[in-house]
Protein backbone atom coordinates (compact mmCIF):
# COMPACT_ATOMS: atom_id res chain seq x y z
CA UNK A 1 0.00 0.00 0.00
CA UNK A 2 1.18 3.24 -0.52
CA UNK A 3 0.99 4.72 2.92
CA UNK A 4 1.80 8.33 1.94
CA UNK A 5 -0.73 8.41 -0.88
CA UNK A 6 -3.65 6.71 1.48
CA UNK A 7 -2.52 9.84 3.93
CA UNK A 8 -2.80 12.48 1.27
CA UNK A 9 -6.35 11.19 0.19
CA UNK A 10 -7.35 10.90 4.23
CA UNK A 11 -6.76 14.58 4.77
CA UNK A 12 -9.00 16.59 2.80
CA UNK A 13 -11.68 13.86 4.19
CA UNK A 14 -10.76 15.05 7.63
CA UNK A 15 -10.81 18.83 7.03
CA UNK A 16 -14.43 18.62 5.06
CA UNK A 17 -15.73 16.25 8.19
CA UNK A 18 -14.57 19.53 10.39
CA UNK A 19 -16.37 22.01 7.90
CA UNK A 20 -19.03 19.35 7.70
CA UNK A 21 -19.80 20.17 11.43
CA UNK A 22 -19.32 23.53 11.23
CA UNK A 23 -21.86 23.87 8.58
CA UNK A 24 -24.36 21.08 10.38
CA UNK A 25 -24.42 23.62 13.69
CA UNK A 26 -24.70 26.90 11.25
CA UNK A 27 -27.84 25.34 9.78
CA UNK A 28 -29.68 25.16 12.70
CA UNK A 29 -29.29 28.99 12.60
CA UNK A 30 -29.45 29.90 8.89
CA UNK A 31 -31.58 26.94 7.88
CA UNK A 32 -28.80 25.05 6.42
CA UNK A 33 -26.25 25.73 3.04
CA UNK A 34 -28.63 24.55 0.07
CA UNK A 35 -31.71 24.46 1.52
CA UNK A 36 -34.38 26.90 -0.58
CA UNK A 37 -35.21 29.08 2.06
CA UNK A 38 -38.30 30.34 0.44
CA UNK A 39 -40.35 29.44 -2.74
CA UNK A 40 -38.02 31.83 -4.75
CA UNK A 41 -41.11 34.48 -5.52
CA UNK A 42 -39.46 37.06 -3.85
CA UNK A 43 -35.66 37.01 -6.03
CA UNK A 44 -37.67 36.28 -9.09
CA UNK A 45 -39.43 39.14 -8.45
CA UNK A 46 -36.68 41.45 -7.69
CA UNK A 47 -35.35 40.77 -11.24
CA UNK A 48 -36.33 42.48 -14.46
CA UNK A 49 -37.08 39.83 -17.02
CA UNK A 50 -36.82 40.16 -20.75
CA UNK A 51 -37.72 36.71 -21.79
CA UNK A 52 -38.52 33.61 -20.26
CA UNK A 53 -37.86 30.06 -21.59
CA UNK A 54 -38.28 26.19 -19.79
CA UNK A 55 -34.15 26.05 -20.71
CA UNK A 56 -31.63 28.24 -22.37
CA UNK A 57 -28.39 26.22 -23.75
CA UNK A 58 -25.67 28.47 -23.82
CA UNK A 59 -23.55 27.68 -27.44
CA UNK A 60 -24.68 26.65 -30.58
CA UNK A 61 -22.26 23.84 -31.31
CA UNK A 62 -22.57 19.73 -31.11
CA UNK A 63 -23.23 19.63 -27.50
CA UNK A 64 -25.81 22.63 -27.30
CA UNK A 65 -27.38 21.55 -30.05
CA UNK A 66 -27.63 18.05 -28.62
CA UNK A 67 -28.85 19.39 -25.63
CA UNK A 68 -31.24 21.73 -27.52
CA UNK A 69 -32.69 19.58 -29.24
CA UNK A 70 -33.29 16.36 -26.25
CA UNK A 71 -34.91 19.13 -23.95
CA UNK A 72 -37.19 20.32 -27.20
CA UNK A 73 -38.08 16.65 -28.05
CA UNK A 74 -39.03 16.29 -23.75
CA UNK A 75 -41.87 19.07 -24.51
CA UNK A 76 -39.31 21.60 -23.69
CA UNK A 77 -39.38 25.34 -25.07
CA UNK A 78 -35.54 26.19 -25.31
CA UNK A 79 -33.06 28.79 -25.90
CA UNK A 80 -29.99 28.48 -27.80
CA UNK A 81 -27.65 31.29 -27.18
CA UNK A 82 -24.90 31.52 -29.64
CA UNK A 83 -21.90 34.06 -29.74
CA UNK A 84 -21.42 34.15 -33.07
CA UNK A 85 -22.83 35.56 -35.76
CA UNK A 86 -25.62 33.65 -38.40
CA UNK A 87 -22.89 31.75 -40.13
CA UNK A 88 -20.11 30.92 -37.79
CA UNK A 89 -21.69 29.20 -35.29
CA UNK A 90 -20.81 25.20 -34.38
CA UNK A 91 -18.11 25.82 -32.40
CA UNK A 92 -15.39 23.19 -32.59
CA UNK A 93 -17.98 20.51 -34.04
CA UNK A 94 -17.59 21.75 -37.81
CA UNK A 95 -14.28 21.14 -38.00
CA UNK A 96 -13.37 18.20 -37.21
CA UNK A 97 -12.53 14.73 -39.47
CA UNK A 98 -15.91 13.54 -38.50
CA UNK A 99 -15.65 10.62 -36.84
CA UNK A 100 -17.56 9.35 -33.40
CA UNK A 101 -16.33 6.69 -31.00
CA UNK A 102 -18.31 3.97 -30.83
CA UNK A 103 -17.72 1.12 -27.99
CA UNK A 104 -18.37 -2.17 -29.17
CA UNK A 105 -17.59 -4.04 -25.55
CA UNK A 106 -18.34 -2.74 -22.07
CA UNK A 107 -16.16 -4.19 -20.32
CA UNK A 108 -13.38 -3.69 -22.70
CA UNK A 109 -14.04 -0.37 -23.39
CA UNK A 110 -14.31 0.43 -19.42
CA UNK A 111 -10.82 -1.17 -18.89
CA UNK A 112 -9.22 1.00 -21.88
CA UNK A 113 -10.92 4.25 -20.20
CA UNK A 114 -9.36 3.77 -17.09
CA UNK A 115 -6.01 3.52 -18.63
CA UNK A 116 -7.03 6.30 -20.75
CA UNK A 117 -7.34 7.89 -17.39
CA UNK A 118 -3.69 7.36 -16.56
CA UNK A 119 -3.30 8.07 -12.45
CA UNK A 120 -5.39 11.19 -12.67
CA UNK A 121 -7.88 10.05 -9.74
CA UNK A 122 -9.99 12.54 -9.84
CA UNK A 123 -12.04 10.73 -12.33
CA UNK A 124 -14.36 8.62 -11.11
CA UNK A 125 -15.33 5.42 -12.08
CA UNK A 126 -18.92 6.11 -12.15
CA UNK A 127 -18.11 8.81 -15.12
CA UNK A 128 -15.93 6.08 -17.22
CA UNK A 129 -19.13 3.99 -16.82
CA UNK A 130 -21.33 6.52 -17.82
CA UNK A 131 -19.44 7.44 -20.99
CA UNK A 132 -18.96 4.28 -21.99
CA UNK A 133 -22.38 3.17 -21.38
CA UNK A 134 -23.60 5.69 -23.82
CA UNK A 135 -20.82 5.35 -26.25
CA UNK A 136 -22.28 1.77 -27.15
CA UNK A 137 -25.62 3.14 -28.79
CA UNK A 138 -24.39 6.43 -29.83
CA UNK A 139 -25.20 5.67 -33.13
CA UNK A 140 -28.61 4.54 -32.94
CA UNK A 141 -29.18 8.23 -31.31
CA UNK A 142 -27.66 9.70 -34.58
CA UNK A 143 -29.56 7.62 -37.02
CA UNK A 144 -32.72 8.81 -35.03
CA UNK A 145 -32.07 12.25 -36.08
CA UNK A 146 -32.10 11.10 -40.16
CA UNK A 147 -28.41 9.76 -40.66
CA UNK A 148 -28.54 6.99 -43.42
CA UNK A 149 -28.47 3.87 -41.62
CA UNK A 150 -26.83 1.99 -43.97
CA UNK A 151 -24.03 4.20 -44.80
CA UNK A 152 -23.95 5.38 -40.75
CA UNK A 153 -23.60 1.24 -39.53
CA UNK A 154 -21.34 0.33 -42.45
CA UNK A 155 -18.76 3.07 -41.52
CA UNK A 156 -18.31 1.48 -37.72
CA UNK A 157 -14.55 0.58 -37.44
CA UNK A 158 -13.41 -1.80 -34.87
CA UNK A 159 -9.79 -1.73 -33.49
CA UNK A 160 -9.68 1.68 -33.65
CA UNK A 161 -7.87 2.91 -30.27
CA UNK A 162 -5.61 5.73 -30.11
CA UNK A 163 -3.13 3.75 -27.82
CA UNK A 164 -3.71 0.15 -29.16
CA UNK A 165 -0.53 -0.58 -25.99
CA UNK A 166 -3.59 0.10 -23.46
CA UNK A 167 -5.60 -2.86 -22.77
CA UNK A 168 -9.09 -2.97 -24.13
CA UNK A 169 -8.10 -1.10 -27.24
CA UNK A 170 -10.27 -3.73 -29.27
CA UNK A 171 -13.48 -2.32 -28.48
CA UNK A 172 -12.85 0.91 -29.93
CA UNK A 173 -14.39 1.84 -32.76
CA UNK A 174 -15.79 4.97 -35.08
CA UNK A 175 -18.30 5.99 -36.99
CA UNK A 176 -19.25 9.25 -39.73
CA UNK A 177 -22.66 9.92 -40.37
CA UNK A 178 -23.40 8.89 -43.59
CA UNK A 179 -20.16 7.14 -44.37
CA UNK A 180 -18.74 10.38 -44.94
CA UNK A 181 -15.30 11.82 -43.19
CA UNK A 182 -13.76 16.11 -43.72
CA UNK A 183 -17.53 16.99 -44.77
CA UNK A 184 -18.67 18.81 -41.40
CA UNK A 185 -21.41 16.00 -41.46
CA UNK A 186 -22.22 15.44 -38.31
CA UNK A 187 -22.58 19.07 -37.65
CA UNK A 188 -24.99 20.00 -40.47
CA UNK A 189 -27.39 16.91 -38.71
CA UNK A 190 -27.26 18.23 -35.45
CA UNK A 191 -27.99 21.56 -37.39
CA UNK A 192 -30.50 20.55 -39.70
CA UNK A 193 -32.56 19.20 -37.07
CA UNK A 194 -32.27 22.05 -34.55
CA UNK A 195 -33.75 24.03 -37.17
CA UNK A 196 -36.34 21.75 -38.08
CA UNK A 197 -37.74 21.91 -34.62
CA UNK A 198 -37.75 26.36 -34.61
CA UNK A 199 -41.24 26.09 -33.36
CA UNK A 200 -39.46 25.09 -29.98
CA UNK A 201 -35.87 26.11 -29.99
CA UNK A 202 -35.18 29.96 -30.80
CA UNK A 203 -31.88 30.84 -31.67
CA UNK A 204 -30.12 34.45 -30.48
CA UNK A 205 -27.11 34.95 -32.84
CA UNK A 206 -24.57 37.90 -31.66
CA UNK A 207 -25.72 37.02 -27.88
CA UNK A 208 -22.81 36.11 -25.96
CA UNK A 209 -23.83 35.32 -22.40
CA UNK A 210 -22.17 37.27 -19.54
CA UNK A 211 -23.46 36.30 -16.33
CA UNK A 212 -25.39 33.26 -14.54
CA UNK A 213 -28.56 34.77 -12.74
CA UNK A 214 -27.86 33.02 -9.11
CA UNK A 215 -30.37 33.28 -6.55
CA UNK A 216 -27.50 33.44 -3.39
CA UNK A 217 -29.28 32.18 -0.61
CA UNK A 218 -30.77 28.81 -2.41
CA UNK A 219 -27.78 28.63 -5.36
CA UNK A 220 -30.64 27.77 -7.67
CA UNK A 221 -29.63 29.22 -11.31
CA UNK A 222 -32.83 31.15 -11.84
CA UNK A 223 -31.42 32.61 -16.00
CA UNK A 224 -28.84 33.91 -18.35
CA UNK A 225 -27.23 37.69 -18.95
CA UNK A 226 -26.93 37.88 -22.35
CA UNK A 227 -25.58 40.86 -24.36
CA UNK A 228 -26.85 41.82 -28.08
CA UNK A 229 -26.00 45.02 -29.69
CA UNK A 230 -24.86 46.71 -26.40
CA UNK A 231 -27.97 45.58 -24.52
CA UNK A 232 -27.81 43.22 -21.93
CA UNK A 233 -31.07 40.85 -21.65
CA UNK A 234 -32.17 39.10 -18.27
CA UNK A 235 -33.46 36.01 -19.46
CA UNK A 236 -35.26 33.57 -17.22
CA UNK A 237 -34.49 29.75 -17.89
CA UNK A 238 -37.61 27.95 -15.33
CA UNK A 239 -36.16 24.19 -15.71
CA UNK A 240 -32.58 24.61 -15.90
CA UNK A 241 -28.98 26.37 -17.99
CA UNK A 242 -27.48 24.21 -20.01
CA UNK A 243 -23.50 25.73 -20.45
CA UNK A 244 -22.01 23.66 -23.18
CA UNK A 245 -19.49 26.91 -24.54
CA UNK A 246 -16.59 25.19 -25.70
CA UNK A 247 -13.24 25.99 -23.87
CA UNK A 248 -10.86 28.79 -23.69
CA UNK A 249 -8.55 27.80 -26.78
CA UNK A 250 -8.96 31.37 -28.66
CA UNK A 251 -8.00 33.11 -25.12
CA UNK A 252 -4.16 33.63 -24.21
CA UNK A 253 -4.37 34.76 -21.14
CA UNK A 254 -5.93 31.68 -19.88
CA UNK A 255 -3.81 29.38 -22.01
CA UNK A 256 -0.76 30.70 -20.38
CA UNK A 257 -2.10 30.61 -17.16
CA UNK A 258 -3.99 27.29 -16.92
CA UNK A 259 -1.89 25.26 -19.88
CA UNK A 260 1.54 26.94 -19.88
CA UNK A 261 0.98 27.35 -23.26
CA UNK A 262 2.38 30.53 -25.06
CA UNK A 263 2.02 32.13 -29.00
CA UNK A 264 -0.42 29.05 -29.14
CA UNK A 265 -3.62 29.09 -31.59
CA UNK A 266 -6.76 26.98 -32.10
CA UNK A 267 -7.25 25.14 -35.21
CA UNK A 268 -10.78 24.98 -35.35
CA UNK A 269 -13.46 27.45 -33.39
CA UNK A 270 -13.04 31.10 -33.23
CA UNK A 271 -15.30 32.43 -30.55
CA UNK A 272 -13.72 30.06 -27.35
CA UNK A 273 -12.35 32.39 -25.22
CA UNK A 274 -13.43 30.80 -22.07
CA UNK A 275 -16.34 32.78 -21.18
CA UNK A 276 -18.06 30.41 -19.38
CA UNK A 277 -15.22 29.63 -16.98
CA UNK A 278 -15.53 32.87 -15.59
CA UNK A 279 -19.04 32.47 -15.50
CA UNK A 280 -18.90 28.91 -13.09
CA UNK A 281 -16.51 30.46 -11.12
CA UNK A 282 -18.81 33.76 -10.35
CA UNK A 283 -21.98 30.53 -9.08
CA UNK A 284 -19.28 28.92 -7.18
CA UNK A 285 -18.38 25.84 -9.46
CA UNK A 286 -15.87 23.58 -9.08
CA UNK A 287 -13.34 23.37 -12.03
CA UNK A 288 -11.31 20.38 -13.44
CA UNK A 289 -9.25 19.15 -16.39
CA UNK A 290 -7.70 22.76 -17.22
CA UNK A 291 -4.36 21.87 -18.43
CA UNK A 292 -5.53 19.01 -20.54
CA UNK A 293 -5.54 19.71 -24.28
CA UNK A 294 -6.27 18.20 -27.59
CA UNK A 295 -2.96 18.88 -29.12
CA UNK A 296 -0.41 20.75 -29.55
CA UNK A 297 1.20 20.19 -32.59
CA UNK A 298 2.43 22.36 -35.00
CA UNK A 299 1.15 24.38 -37.79
CA UNK A 300 1.55 27.56 -40.24
CA UNK A 301 -0.33 30.11 -38.71
CA UNK A 302 -2.08 32.52 -41.54
CA UNK A 303 -0.51 35.86 -40.69
CA UNK A 304 -3.55 37.61 -42.14
CA UNK A 305 -6.54 35.62 -39.71
CA UNK A 306 -4.66 33.77 -37.18
CA UNK A 307 -6.16 30.60 -38.25
CA UNK A 308 -4.02 27.13 -39.16
CA UNK A 309 -3.49 26.41 -42.65
CA UNK A 310 -4.87 23.41 -42.30
CA UNK A 311 -6.70 21.27 -39.70
CA UNK A 312 -3.73 19.02 -39.11
CA UNK A 313 -0.14 19.61 -39.95
CA UNK A 314 0.54 17.14 -42.52
CA UNK A 315 3.04 14.71 -40.75
CA UNK A 316 4.06 11.26 -42.23
CA UNK A 317 2.25 8.40 -44.05
CA UNK A 318 0.12 6.53 -43.09
CA UNK A 319 -1.35 7.92 -39.72
CA UNK A 320 -2.32 11.26 -41.25
CA UNK A 321 -4.34 11.34 -44.03
CA UNK A 322 -3.22 14.24 -46.07
CA UNK A 323 -0.22 14.57 -48.21
CA UNK A 324 2.65 13.29 -45.44
CA UNK A 325 4.87 15.97 -46.23
CA UNK A 326 7.29 15.86 -43.59
CA UNK A 327 7.79 12.00 -44.39
CA UNK A 328 10.06 13.89 -46.86
CA UNK A 329 13.36 15.92 -46.82
CA UNK A 330 11.85 18.31 -44.22
CA UNK A 331 13.10 19.07 -40.27
CA UNK A 332 11.30 20.95 -37.94
CA UNK A 333 13.84 23.48 -35.71
CA UNK A 334 13.24 25.54 -32.77
CA UNK A 335 14.17 29.40 -32.49
CA UNK A 336 17.73 28.07 -31.40
CA UNK A 337 18.25 26.10 -34.64
CA UNK A 338 17.84 22.55 -33.27
CA UNK A 339 15.17 19.93 -33.87
CA UNK A 340 12.62 19.51 -31.39
CA UNK A 341 10.44 16.15 -32.58
CA UNK A 342 10.26 13.64 -34.94
CA UNK A 343 9.39 15.08 -37.86
CA UNK A 344 7.72 11.94 -39.28
CA UNK A 345 5.82 10.71 -36.32
CA UNK A 346 2.36 12.44 -35.80
CA UNK A 347 1.38 13.28 -32.49
CA UNK A 348 -1.15 11.24 -30.91
CA UNK A 349 -3.71 14.60 -30.83
CA UNK A 350 -1.01 16.54 -29.95
CA UNK A 351 0.56 13.94 -27.39
CA UNK A 352 4.45 12.32 -27.72
CA UNK A 353 5.54 9.45 -25.44
CA UNK A 354 8.66 10.26 -23.07
CA UNK A 355 9.83 7.48 -20.94
CA UNK A 356 6.96 5.52 -21.03
CA UNK A 357 4.46 8.65 -20.48
CA UNK A 358 2.39 10.84 -22.21
CA UNK A 359 3.29 14.63 -22.67
CA UNK A 360 1.46 16.91 -24.60
CA UNK A 361 4.59 17.84 -27.53
CA UNK A 362 6.34 21.15 -26.36
CA UNK A 363 6.74 23.46 -29.06
CA UNK A 364 9.18 25.70 -28.80
CA UNK A 365 9.24 29.71 -29.60
CA UNK A 366 10.17 30.83 -33.14
CA UNK A 367 9.87 27.28 -34.75
CA UNK A 368 10.48 26.63 -38.35
CA UNK A 369 10.11 24.34 -40.68
CA UNK A 370 12.66 23.66 -42.91
CA UNK A 371 13.32 21.81 -46.58
CA UNK A 372 14.66 21.47 -49.64
CA UNK A 373 13.41 21.90 -53.00
CA UNK A 374 13.10 18.14 -53.25
CA UNK A 375 10.07 17.92 -50.79
CA UNK A 376 8.93 21.06 -52.23
CA UNK A 377 8.68 19.06 -56.10
CA UNK A 378 6.86 15.87 -53.97
CA UNK A 379 3.88 17.48 -52.03
CA UNK A 380 2.87 20.97 -50.67
CA UNK A 381 2.55 21.20 -47.17
CA UNK A 382 -0.73 21.43 -47.30
CA UNK A 383 -3.32 20.15 -49.94
CA UNK A 384 -5.04 23.87 -49.81
CA UNK A 385 -1.53 25.92 -51.12
CA UNK A 386 -0.70 25.99 -54.29
CA UNK A 387 1.36 22.89 -55.68
CA UNK A 388 4.83 24.58 -56.25
CA UNK A 389 4.27 26.84 -53.52
CA UNK A 390 4.58 29.65 -55.92
CA UNK A 391 1.44 32.09 -54.50
CA UNK A 392 2.78 31.10 -50.72
CA UNK A 393 6.50 32.68 -51.93
CA UNK A 394 4.96 35.33 -53.11
CA UNK A 395 3.00 36.47 -49.83
CA UNK A 396 5.57 36.00 -47.69
CA UNK A 397 4.33 32.85 -46.55
CA UNK A 398 7.22 30.76 -47.14
CA UNK A 399 11.33 32.06 -47.38
CA UNK A 400 13.23 30.60 -50.11
CA UNK A 401 17.25 30.72 -50.78
CA UNK A 402 20.01 29.26 -52.51
CA UNK A 403 21.84 28.48 -49.18
CA UNK A 404 21.67 27.13 -45.52
CA UNK A 405 23.42 29.87 -44.32
CA UNK A 406 21.25 32.53 -46.67
CA UNK A 407 17.75 30.66 -45.21
CA UNK A 408 19.03 31.27 -41.95
CA UNK A 409 19.60 35.15 -42.49
CA UNK A 410 15.94 35.25 -44.00
CA UNK A 411 14.54 33.48 -41.07
CA UNK A 412 16.56 35.61 -38.47
CA UNK A 413 17.99 32.46 -37.28
CA UNK A 414 21.86 31.97 -35.79
CA UNK A 415 23.40 30.69 -39.46
CA UNK A 416 25.95 28.67 -37.75
CA UNK A 417 23.23 27.16 -35.31
CA UNK A 418 21.07 25.80 -38.18
CA UNK A 419 23.82 24.63 -40.38
CA UNK A 420 25.39 22.30 -38.12
CA UNK A 421 21.77 20.77 -37.35
CA UNK A 422 21.10 20.63 -41.33
CA UNK A 423 24.48 18.50 -41.55
CA UNK A 424 24.41 16.54 -38.56
CA UNK A 425 20.57 15.56 -39.92
CA UNK A 426 22.26 14.35 -43.63
CA UNK A 427 24.69 12.93 -41.41
CA UNK A 428 21.94 10.81 -39.82
CA UNK A 429 20.14 10.16 -43.28
CA UNK A 430 23.21 8.37 -44.52
CA UNK A 431 23.72 6.37 -41.93
CA UNK A 432 20.56 5.50 -41.64
CA UNK A 433 20.38 6.25 -37.44
CA UNK A 434 18.59 9.12 -36.31
CA UNK A 435 19.90 8.97 -32.25
CA UNK A 436 18.23 12.43 -31.54
CA UNK A 437 14.41 11.63 -32.38
CA UNK A 438 14.65 7.98 -33.75
CA UNK A 439 12.97 9.13 -37.02
CA UNK A 440 11.77 5.62 -38.87
CA UNK A 441 15.18 4.86 -41.20
CA UNK A 442 12.85 5.28 -44.36
CA UNK A 443 11.91 8.42 -43.56
CA UNK A 444 15.47 9.87 -43.35
CA UNK A 445 16.21 12.18 -46.61
CA UNK A 446 18.65 14.82 -46.54
CA UNK A 447 17.74 18.59 -47.14
CA UNK A 448 20.50 18.94 -49.88
CA UNK A 449 18.78 20.11 -53.11
CA UNK A 450 18.66 24.04 -53.45
CA UNK A 451 16.92 26.20 -53.34
CA UNK A 452 16.21 25.53 -50.00
CA UNK A 453 12.60 27.04 -48.03
CA UNK A 454 11.05 27.51 -44.64
CA UNK A 455 7.98 28.65 -43.03
CA UNK A 456 6.83 29.34 -39.46
CA UNK A 457 5.17 27.15 -37.29
CA UNK A 458 3.60 27.49 -33.96
CA UNK A 459 1.54 25.35 -31.49
CA UNK A 460 -1.91 24.42 -32.64
CA UNK A 461 -4.68 22.94 -30.39
CA UNK A 462 -7.80 21.28 -31.32
CA UNK A 463 -9.53 22.15 -28.38
CA UNK A 464 -9.18 22.05 -24.92
CA UNK A 465 -10.56 20.07 -22.12
CA UNK A 466 -10.98 22.13 -19.10
CA UNK A 467 -14.16 23.94 -17.44
CA UNK A 468 -16.92 23.31 -14.67
CA UNK A 469 -17.15 20.13 -13.19
CA UNK A 470 -19.58 17.75 -14.00
CA UNK A 471 -20.82 14.44 -12.59
CA UNK A 472 -22.89 11.36 -14.62
CA UNK A 473 -26.37 13.62 -14.69
CA UNK A 474 -24.27 16.64 -16.08
CA UNK A 475 -24.78 18.58 -13.16
CA UNK A 476 -22.73 21.47 -12.42
CA UNK A 477 -20.41 21.01 -9.46
CA UNK A 478 -19.38 22.92 -6.62
CA UNK A 479 -16.43 23.08 -4.88
CA UNK A 480 -17.84 21.19 -2.13
CA UNK A 481 -19.15 18.72 -4.11
CA UNK A 482 -22.58 19.31 -4.62
CA UNK A 483 -24.74 19.94 -7.65
CA UNK A 484 -25.69 23.94 -8.76
CA UNK A 485 -29.59 23.52 -8.65
CA UNK A 486 -30.20 23.97 -12.05
CA UNK A 487 -27.70 23.79 -13.91
CA UNK A 488 -25.88 21.13 -16.36
CA UNK A 489 -22.48 21.53 -19.15
CA UNK A 490 -21.87 19.65 -22.03
CA UNK A 491 -19.21 19.35 -24.02
CA UNK A 492 -16.18 20.57 -24.14
CA UNK A 493 -16.52 22.91 -21.71
CA UNK A 494 -15.31 20.47 -18.97
CA UNK A 495 -14.83 16.79 -21.11
CA UNK A 496 -14.32 14.27 -18.35
CA UNK A 497 -11.12 13.14 -20.08
CA UNK A 498 -8.33 14.38 -17.67
CA UNK A 499 -5.32 13.06 -19.39
CA UNK A 500 -4.63 11.63 -23.15
CA UNK A 501 -7.65 12.02 -25.92
CA UNK A 502 -8.87 9.33 -27.70
CA UNK A 503 -9.81 10.26 -31.52
CA UNK A 504 -13.19 10.05 -31.93
CA UNK A 505 -14.26 10.71 -28.30
CA UNK A 506 -15.23 14.86 -28.04
CA UNK A 507 -17.67 14.08 -30.50
CA UNK A 508 -18.97 11.28 -29.08
CA UNK A 509 -19.15 13.49 -25.76
CA UNK A 510 -21.13 16.41 -27.56
CA UNK A 511 -23.42 13.63 -27.54
CA UNK A 512 -23.88 11.82 -24.87
CA UNK A 513 -23.45 14.91 -22.30
CA UNK A 514 -25.39 16.73 -24.69
CA UNK A 515 -28.24 14.46 -24.29
CA UNK A 516 -27.83 14.09 -20.88
CA UNK A 517 -27.91 17.80 -19.91
CA UNK A 518 -30.87 18.70 -22.51
CA UNK A 519 -32.60 15.50 -20.43
CA UNK A 520 -31.94 16.48 -16.87
CA UNK A 521 -32.59 20.70 -17.83
CA UNK A 522 -35.94 19.42 -19.18
CA UNK A 523 -37.26 18.45 -16.11
CA UNK A 524 -39.84 20.16 -14.23
CA UNK A 525 -38.34 21.29 -11.22
CA UNK A 526 -40.46 21.69 -7.87
CA UNK A 527 -38.36 24.47 -6.40
CA UNK A 528 -39.29 26.95 -8.27
CA UNK A 529 -42.54 28.92 -9.01
CA UNK A 530 -44.04 27.82 -12.44
CA UNK A 531 -46.02 30.86 -12.81
CA UNK A 532 -44.49 33.50 -15.52
CA UNK A 533 -42.28 36.48 -14.66
CA UNK A 534 -42.99 38.27 -17.43
CA UNK A 535 -46.20 40.20 -15.92
CA UNK A 536 -47.61 41.08 -19.55
CA UNK A 537 -44.29 42.31 -20.70
CA UNK A 538 -43.63 41.33 -24.38
CA UNK A 539 -40.74 39.36 -24.55
CA UNK A 540 -37.44 40.13 -26.58
CA UNK A 541 -37.33 37.63 -29.58
CA UNK A 542 -33.79 38.59 -31.26
CA UNK A 543 -34.12 35.47 -33.76
CA UNK A 544 -32.48 36.54 -37.20
CA UNK A 545 -33.77 34.43 -40.17
CA UNK A 546 -31.59 33.61 -43.30
CA UNK A 547 -31.05 36.15 -45.17
CA UNK A 548 -33.08 36.36 -48.25
CA UNK A 549 -31.22 38.15 -50.84
CA UNK A 550 -33.31 39.66 -54.29
CA UNK A 551 -32.67 38.64 -57.94
CA UNK A 552 -32.74 40.84 -60.71
CA UNK A 553 -33.32 40.68 -64.72
CA UNK A 554 -31.43 36.96 -65.55
CA UNK A 555 -30.43 36.63 -62.31
CA UNK A 556 -30.75 33.40 -59.92
CA UNK A 557 -30.33 32.68 -56.51
CA UNK A 558 -28.73 29.09 -55.93
CA UNK A 559 -28.10 27.33 -52.26
CA UNK A 560 -26.26 24.58 -51.14
CA UNK A 561 -24.62 23.14 -48.47
CA UNK A 562 -20.54 23.80 -47.77
CA UNK A 563 -18.45 22.39 -45.20
CA UNK A 564 -20.58 23.78 -42.12
CA UNK A 565 -23.38 26.14 -43.83
CA UNK A 566 -25.36 26.82 -46.49
CA UNK A 567 -23.46 28.92 -49.61
CA UNK A 568 -25.42 31.31 -51.53
CA UNK A 569 -24.87 32.22 -54.85
CA UNK A 570 -26.32 34.48 -57.31
CA UNK A 571 -25.44 33.67 -61.29
CA UNK A 572 -26.13 36.29 -63.73
CA UNK A 573 -26.97 35.17 -67.47
CA UNK A 574 -26.19 36.69 -70.66
CA UNK A 575 -27.42 36.53 -73.83
CA UNK A 576 -27.56 32.64 -75.09
CA UNK A 577 -28.04 31.70 -71.25
CA UNK A 578 -24.25 32.43 -70.94
CA UNK A 579 -22.97 32.21 -68.03
CA UNK A 580 -21.25 35.86 -67.33
CA UNK A 581 -20.90 35.85 -63.67
CA UNK A 582 -21.24 34.24 -60.68
CA UNK A 583 -21.33 36.31 -56.90
CA UNK A 584 -21.16 34.78 -53.51
CA UNK A 585 -24.09 36.22 -51.28
CA UNK A 586 -23.32 33.88 -48.09
CA UNK A 587 -20.55 31.96 -47.33
CA UNK A 588 -18.84 31.26 -44.12
CA UNK A 589 -16.54 28.61 -45.45
CA UNK A 590 -12.97 28.47 -43.39
CA UNK A 591 -10.90 31.15 -44.37
CA UNK A 592 -7.28 30.69 -45.77
CA UNK A 593 -8.28 26.84 -46.51
CA UNK A 594 -11.19 27.59 -49.26
CA UNK A 595 -9.87 30.68 -50.16
CA UNK A 596 -8.76 29.14 -53.38
CA UNK A 597 -11.71 27.01 -53.97
CA UNK A 598 -13.59 30.64 -53.82
CA UNK A 599 -11.70 32.25 -56.54
CA UNK A 600 -10.62 29.45 -59.31
CA UNK A 601 -14.55 27.30 -58.79
CA UNK A 602 -16.58 30.31 -60.26
CA UNK A 603 -13.35 31.71 -62.74
CA UNK A 604 -13.27 27.45 -64.12
CA UNK A 605 -17.36 27.56 -64.69
CA UNK A 606 -17.09 30.70 -66.43
CA UNK A 607 -14.28 29.89 -68.62
CA UNK A 608 -16.26 26.58 -69.20
CA UNK A 609 -19.68 27.41 -69.27
CA UNK A 610 -20.42 24.31 -67.35
CA UNK A 611 -20.43 22.93 -63.89
CA UNK A 612 -18.39 20.38 -65.18
CA UNK A 613 -15.25 21.41 -63.61
CA UNK A 614 -12.10 20.36 -61.03
CA UNK A 615 -12.74 20.62 -57.28
CA UNK A 616 -9.57 22.57 -56.11
CA UNK A 617 -7.25 20.15 -53.70
CA UNK A 618 -7.88 20.46 -50.16
CA UNK A 619 -10.95 22.34 -50.47
CA UNK A 620 -12.93 19.87 -52.45
CA UNK A 621 -16.64 20.53 -49.99
CA UNK A 622 -16.20 23.95 -50.41
CA UNK A 623 -15.56 23.22 -54.35
CA UNK A 624 -18.91 20.84 -54.82
CA UNK A 625 -20.91 23.34 -52.98
CA UNK A 626 -19.94 26.15 -55.04
CA UNK A 627 -20.62 23.79 -58.12
CA UNK A 628 -24.10 22.62 -56.94
CA UNK A 629 -25.12 26.19 -55.19
CA UNK A 630 -24.75 27.25 -59.09
CA UNK A 631 -26.66 24.41 -60.54
CA UNK A 632 -29.62 25.29 -58.19
CA UNK A 633 -29.36 28.89 -59.58
CA UNK A 634 -29.50 27.44 -63.24
CA UNK A 635 -32.40 25.01 -62.44
CA UNK A 636 -34.52 28.50 -61.75
CA UNK A 637 -33.29 29.70 -65.16
CA UNK A 638 -34.95 27.12 -66.93
Not at 67 to 79: E, K
Not at 278 to 306: H, R, Y
Request: glycine letters at 10%; a negative charge.
Amino acid sequence: MNTGKTWRRFVPLLMLAVLVAVGLAAACVTGGRGVASGSGSAFLEGVSWDAEYDVVVIGFGGAGSAAAITAADAGARVLLLEKAPMGEEGGNTRYPYGATQKIGNREQGITYYKALRGKFDHLSDEMIEFFVDNSMTIDDWIIGLGADEAKTKGSRRGGRPEYPEFPGGESIGSFTVDGEAWTGSYWKLLRKNIMARSDKIHIWYSSPAVQLIQDKDTRIIHGVKAENRGKTYNIRAINGVVMAMGGFACNDEMLENYTRLADAYSKGARYNTGDGVKMAIDVGADLWNMSTLSGPDVNFVIPETGIAAGYYYTLAEPFHPFTGFTSNNVINVGGDGTRFMNEAEAPRHGYVETSGTWFPLQVPHGSWCVFDDTARRITPPYLSWSPDLSEEIARGWVIKANTIRELAEKMGMDSVALTKTVTDFNRYCAQGNDPDFHVDPKYLKPIATAPFYAFPIKATILNTQGGARRNAKCEVMDVWGEPIPHLYSAGEFGCFIPDVYQAGGDLAETAITGREAGKNAALPKNDVPRASVMRNKTPADLRTPLPVFPAGPNEYIGTAMGISNEIIVKVTLGSAQKITDIAFLWIHETRGISDRAIVQVPQAIIRAQSTNVDTVTGATVTSKAIINAVNDALSKAK
